[in-house]
């Protein structure tokens, strides 16, 4: 059984500092990975998707790298802002069905 | 733009009433998901279906079901609601990546 492990639980960082989050998956036979972001009582949005094959995809600020051997991938959101303050989710496609970890939540203080 | 839609934003049921919560999406993805997430245990799969007509069994499927008579609409029913079904129910479509909707925060009375 998959197990997606997201650390740490919550961060805190003044406006402009780097946010790196991680996230740790036991089973490397994925399809692929997902990076979301979620605000308060609202769904999820979809920030980056990394196929299995693909070592790393970016958008603009963010960054998400994989390393499928090892079971990891890493987030990089860079000058963060207050309107990043939210909580992300990382996700693993398997044949049966994407798992997800419990989340960071993220706080940038202006 | 992709777009995922729910029924309701915000549901208050008796106990023992049938609720329907609907999704709908415009991306002509086979595969669509429900979700509920609660404090502390993350997002669980309840149902998921891979072509009209089709579903198949997440995991934690007691006390729904589901219906997919047409490709763009996958609807969860709570046959007779109860206060552990209080939960914010998540709806996705999936092609190369999964979308979600808004979500439905249901509280059962």
């Known amino acids: 059984k998959q197990e997606v492990t997201q650390i740490p639980a919550a961060l805190s960082v003044p406006e402009g500092e780097n946010l790196v989050l991680n996230c740790s998956f036991t089973?490397?036979?994925?399809?692929?990975l997902q990076w979301f972001r979620q605000d308060p009582g609202k769904g999820l949005t979809s920030l980056l998707l990394?196929?299995?094959?693909?070592r790393e995809q970016t958008s603009g600020r963010l960054n998400a790298s994989l390393d499928k051997s090892s079971g990891r991938s890493t987030l990089y959101i860079a000058a963060s802002q207050p309107g990043d303050s939210a909580t992300y989710l990382c996700?693993?496609?398997?044949?049966?069905?994407?798992?997800f970890g419990a989340g960071t939540t993220v706080t940038v203080r202006a | 733009d992709v777009k995922v839609t729910q029924s309701s934003r915000y549901l208050v049921k008796r106990t023992g009433e049938k609720v329907f919560l609907e999704c709908v999406q415009d991306?002509?993805?086979?595969?669509m998901f429900w979700y509920r997430q609660d404090p502390g245990l993350g997002l669980r799969l309840i149902y998921f279906?891979?072509?009209?007509?089709?579903?198949e069994k997440g995991d934690i499927p007691e006390g729904y079901s589901v219906s997919r008579e047409k490709k763009e609409r996958f609807s969860l029913i709570l046959e007779s609601a109860s206060t552990n079904q209080t939960s914010m129910y998540l709806c996705?479509?999936?092609?190369?990546?999964?979308?979600f909707g808004p979500g439905t925060r249901l509280t059962v009375l």
């Open positions: 990394i196929q299995s094959s693909q």
């Open positions: 996700a693993v496609r398997d044949d049966y069905k994407l798992s």
């Open positions: 996705a479509s999936e092609g190369d990546e999964q979308f």
């Open positions: 089973d490397s036979a994925i399809y692929n």
């Open positions: 991306m002509d993805h086979e595969n």
């Open positions: 279906s891979y072509d009209v007509k089709m579903k």
